[in-house]
Each structure stands twice: as structure tokens, then as C-alpha cells.
């Protein structure tokens, strides 16, 4: 996903076989400019991340935390309004073959207590950046406001509703 937004940034399962590496991300004004029109936000105005890979069984296991701030159009007032969105980053990652592997055919139980499956990655490479970008998106409130604001609805009365205006077009020509 990111290497087509210029930003890319692998480790190879065999890197951590010396120990945990830890990384800090950064993504410059090009990259954040195409995340943005990804993600569908006015701005994207920083995007950082700090992550620690280390082994985990015969794959890796991926934590830290990523911060951005972002500008985006309120859903309410349509105004632009910048927004501090952050999050933890927590995956499991296994190369393709490997018995830790979740099973394609068995049937899919769902225990919101229980850890995420791993990852099964295509090679032997992380693209760590890509996560970055996928838990960002994760994060981004779909309809976004400012903070503060609410969204005030008022029913109409009956007088303006489109069947009473048509009674009335009706009445009239009657």
C-alpha cells in the first residue's frame, strides 16, 4: 500500500535474528500529501511513529505508536479543522507456509478478549510503514467534527414536509 504512496520502509524477518530493532518513521511533505489524497483528508500535517520489531516464533511481532495531526472537513459545519490522532501499533506477523499461520478454511470464532491472528506476510519482508498508514487510517473518525460540536436535528413540521407542500400545489389548483 505505501510503496505506491512513495513511502516504504521493510525489515526482513532474518534482520531480527541479531535481537529487537527499534525504528523511528517520519513522513515528509510528499508522502503525507499522497496519504492524504488516500485517506481522503484536506491535510495530512505530520505523521510519526515509533516501532519496535522483535522475533516472535518463526515471524515477528510489531508494537509502538504512531502520531499525526491531520486536517479534516467537519461533517456537520463543513468547516476545516485540524485533529491530533494517535494510536498504539500491535501486530503478529508470520511468514507465508508457517504452522503459526492461521488456517484459511477453519471456521472464524470471534472472542473480542483474545489477540488478533497473525499476519501472514507474502515474503520475508514488513513493510513497516505500511502499518503505520493502515493504523492511521484505523483511527480516522469517518465523520469527522470538530470537537465541541453537535449535530442539531429538528423535525420539520408538517406544514413543510414535501407531501404537504404537493396538498397544498393541489388545493390550489383544485
Known sequence: MTADLGWSHEVR???LSGG???LDLEADD???????????????????????LRPWLDGAEMSGRFEAVVEQVSGVSLEVFDQDVSGD?????????SPHAPDPEAEIELDPESPDPPDVLED?????AAYVVEHLALELDPFPRKPGETFEYAQPSDDD???AVLKRLKDEKG
Open 89 to 97: 501499533i500491535e501486530v503478529r506477523l508470520v511468514p507465508a507456509g
Open 124 to 128: 520475508d519482508r514488513i513493510d513497516v
Open 30 to 52: 510528499a508522502v503525507r500529501a499522497a496519504i492524504a489524497r488516500r485517506l481522503d483528508l484536506k491535510e495530512l500535517k505530520s505523521l510519526r511513529a515509533k516501532v519496535r
Open 161 to 163: 414536509s414535501p407531501f
Open 20 to 22: 529487537p530493532l527499534n
Open 13 to 15: 524477518l532474518v534482520d
